[in-house]
Structures are given as C-alpha cells and as structure tokens.
C-alpha cells in the first residue's frame, strides 16, 4: 500500500503564496474605468499570468466581464482554451511557429503576425485550408523588438498580395516608455503608430488599433484605441510609478522561522561571511530562498516583518534559506508557527523590488512553485461526475 500523507498543505510547506482573485478582478475595472469609450480592456495572462496563476486568475477575469485574453506562447493558448471554453477571444502574441498554423486554427487561438515570414505562412495556410479567421498585424514603432519594420509594412502594403487571404482584427504595436509619461518616445511612437493605423485601414478598414499596456492606459485616451492590454496592474504592481498606486494589493506571501538562535559573540552570518552579527543578536532562520524566487541580490540588503516589525535580511539569500535579524521582535511574535512576511500590507511587490534592484515584474513572475498556494475568491469548482 502507498503511503498517504496524514498532515495538510499548510503543515508541510515552507512559505503560503496567498492570491487575492477579488482584488485582480477588482483591478480589471478599475483600468477598464480609465479606459476611453470603445476601448476594450483585456487581460495579459502571459508567464502563469505573471507568476501568479493562469487559470485561476483568468477565470477571474472571465467572470468579472474580461472578454479578451493574451498569452506569449501557443501552449500557453491551449492551455487556457481548455480551461475558459469556447466563449473568450484569446491571443498569441509571439504568433505562429513554423508549422503550428493548423493548432491555431483547431483551438480558435488568435495569431499575432510580426514578421513578413509569418504573415506568408499564415496566408498560405488559410488559402490552402480556405479558412477566414482573425489575426492581428504587429508593426514596431520605435522597439526595436518585435513587429514589422517601417520599411516591411511598407513593401507589404504596397503589394496587391502582400496581406492577401488575412482577416485582420487589429494592428497592434507596443510602448516602450508608458510607464515614464513625459518621456519624448510616447509621443513619437503614437504619430508613427496613429499614420500606421491609417495607412493598414486603407487596404482594412475595419481593423482596430492595440496600442495601451498597463501604463499606457495612464497616457490618456488618444493612446487607447480599440484593445487595451493591461498585465503587471491587474496583480497589484503601479503603473505610474512615482505616483501613489491606484490599483489594489494581490498577492501576500509570508514564510516560516525554522529556528530562532542567539548570537553569544560577534560571528558572521551566512556563506561568504558577507555579513557580521554583533554580540546578542538574535537570529531567524527563515524558510525561504532563491529557489523560490526571493532574489539574491536581496542579500544584505531586504527585509521582511514580523507583526509590523522590520527584520532586515542578514548575509547571502541561500537557495533554501534566508536569515533575518529579529533582535526587535518579542519572544511572544517567535513562537510556533511563527512567519517573516515579504510581501503584503507592510511591503508590496514594488517595494520588495526596488530593495532587489529591479522591477515588479521580475519579482511576480520569480514567484516560486515550493509555496503552497491558496486563492481567495476562487471561482468554485464544478461537480465531478457521479460514481
């Protein structure tokens, strides 16, 4: 007979990931109330939605009204056709592989086309197959990263057959600057992406415009076009940095003491001995790690609470392990069962992520998969069939 565990979740894990779905649902209308009228406002969902869970955050959106939805990856379409149904509208934005037209096709997944490469392939594929299915047209306006050149719209434009045999949605390009609103690169990529716009309505003239990320929809109306595409927002991060945050806290994680010891005498803490504890410091070892996506870079320079208590981060964030000063902390606040909290009402992912030296988003989508995870406001789950 297998062995069957006789403890819970919450018994064995080290740290508890806790997702507010309320508050992510909460964050899609408040960004669709910053929306211009006629502009939809989806739901990016790409990387696990962020870190933070796909499918149940999607599901979320779904039944808050988000109708829309963007992942980077073909399986990540799959994945997420499978679980919202045939209803929603659901995006690809690195498009196409060689090859993977037909899967497209067969789970309705929407391709975005940034390169003349795939726009051959995709016309191919839907002349051969006489299949009429919607597909966006990327075009970069300043990025340097993904979507047609100025030069390639143009020859593409300028050729009778050059989008023959596509159905185009949308012509979509991206900001690289939003979250920076008097930065001079907003302006000019609008211009570019507005005389675009026209030019594509042309040859289409029903096609829309995707213009607005998460910041973008802070830059006002003129950059909203038809789909709006908000990521980092919709999972608590600011997107007007430097401005108080409009949208609501979603994720808290809290980890826990596997020991609290006292220092006797002035000793190092941690590999490298990059970090001196002085004589009666008092020191918690924590449950969590690079492993789980508290960055490294935190070493000797995070913190965590205890009760509202800043506990500082002492030597090097070890792979499954943290230490933490807690000489502040009463004895009551380190008992059993005792947490260090990272991220929560005390410190929010943008606060942990200026500490790391870098951005919300690296830190979200580090978010690791050892936690035990528990949603509040989850959609319930549907009865399994009868015996």
Not at 3 to 17: F, I, K, N, Q, Y
Not at 329 to 354: F, I, K, M, R, Y
Request: net charge neutral; glycine share 10%.
């Amino acid at each position: 007979m297998r062995p069957t565990s006789t403890t819970s979740a919450d018994e064995r894990t080290g740290a508890v990931l806790t997702v507010d779905l309320a508050a992510v649902a909460e964050n899609w209308r408040i960004l669709k109330r910053k929306a211009a009228p006629g502009c939809e406002v989806g739901g990016v969902v790409k990387a696990d939605a962020y870190g933070v869970g796909m499918v149940p955050v999607a599901k979320a959106l779904q039944d808050a009204g988000c109708g829309t939805f963007f992942v980077a990856h073909l399986d990540e379409g799959i994945a997420l056709r499978a679980a919202l149904g045939e209803a929603p509208r659901i995006v690809v934005m690195h498009g196409p592989n060689k090859g993977t037209e037909r899967d497209f096709a067969a789970f309705r997944l929407l391709p975005v086309l940034s390169t003349p490469g795939q726009i051959e392939r995709w016309r191919t594929f839907a002349e051969t197959n006489d299949i009429l299915m919607e597909s966006l047209v990327q075009i970069d306006t300043g990025m340097n990263r993904l979507g047609l050149t100025q030069r390639e719209f143009e020859k593409l434009m300028g050729d009778p057959a050059g989008f023959l045999g596509l159905y185009p949605l949308a012509l979509m390009s991206h900001l690289a600057c939003a979250d920076e609103p008097q930065h001079p690169m907003n302006r000019q990529q609008l211009l570019k992406f507005r005389s675009a716009l026209e030019t594509f309505r042309g040859k289409f003239p029903d096609a829309k415009g995707s213009f607005a990320n998460s910041s973008g929809l802070f830059l006002g109306p003129e950059y909203h076009y038809h789909f709006a595409r908000p990521g980092v927002a919709l999972y608590g991060a600011n997107p007007v940095p430097g401005q108080p945050n409009p949208m609501i806290p979603v994720v808290r994680l809290k980890a826990k003491i596997l020991q609290v010891r006292r220092v006797d005498a002035a000793a190092p803490v941690g590999y490298g001995a990059s970090s001196m504890a002085p004589d009666g410091a008092k020191l918690a070892t924590v449950s969590i790690g690079y492993a789980d996506g508290l960055r490294r870079a935190l070493s000797n320079r995070g913190h965590g609470f205890i009760d509202g208590i800043r506990v500082p981060i002492m030597g090097r964030v070890s792979m499954d392990m943290t230490v933490f000063d807690v000489s502040d902390v009463p004895e009551s606040s380190l008992g059993p069962g005792a947490t260090v909290e990272l991220l929560g009402t005390e410190q929010s992912v943008d606060d942990l992520a200026t500490s790391a030296g870098t951005i919300s988003y690296e830190i979200l989508t580090s978010l690791g998969h050892r936690y035990m995870r528990q949603y509040l406001g989850a959609r319930p789950s549907a009865p399994g069939p009868k015996a």
